[in-house]
């Protein structure tokens, strides 16, 4: 079965390996937003089964865990499982203790430990 991923805060060369990426290993299909007020829109139109956000987003450089701390602070969208894109093994801690599924970094695509963490979420 098709899976469906939204990635957020990316620019158009991490937007396409991250794609390039994940149909390389699942089934699905990825959506793409930009900011909070566009990511909130698509996760209440739309049922996904991970967020992907990037630790500084792309259009302003806001921090990506602002849009994790507000979706999983919402009781609607909480329990949808969301992973920071970062090299940094601090950022990742940091969004784990925010509610975050641990993530993975640019430098670390087609790691097997990163393809098995996200076959726990995307089979």
Do not use: W
């Not at 969301?82 to 790691?111: C, D, H, L, P, R």
Request: glycine share 4%; hydrophobic share 35%; proline share 2%.
């Amino acid at each position: 079965m098709t899976k469906k991923v939204l990635n957020v805060g990316q620019c158009n060369p991490d937007h396409s390996s991250i794609c390039n990426f994940l149909e390389q290993h699942f089934d699905v299909t990825i959506d793409r937003t930009h900011q909070a007020d566009d990511t909130l829109e698509q996760l209440r139109a739309t049922s996904y089964d991970l967020v992907l956000i990037n630790r500084k987003l792309d259009i302003d450089y806001t921090e990506g865990t602002e849009i994790l701390r507000i979706i999983k602070s919402d009781a609607e969208l909480q329990k949808i499982p969301v992973m920071i894109i970062s090299n940094f093994a601090e950022a990742q801690e940091a969004a784990v203790t925010e509610g975050a599924t641990y993530g993975f970094g640019k430098n670390e695509y087609n790691e097997p430990d990163v393809v098995e963490r996200l076959k726990k979420v995307l089979g």
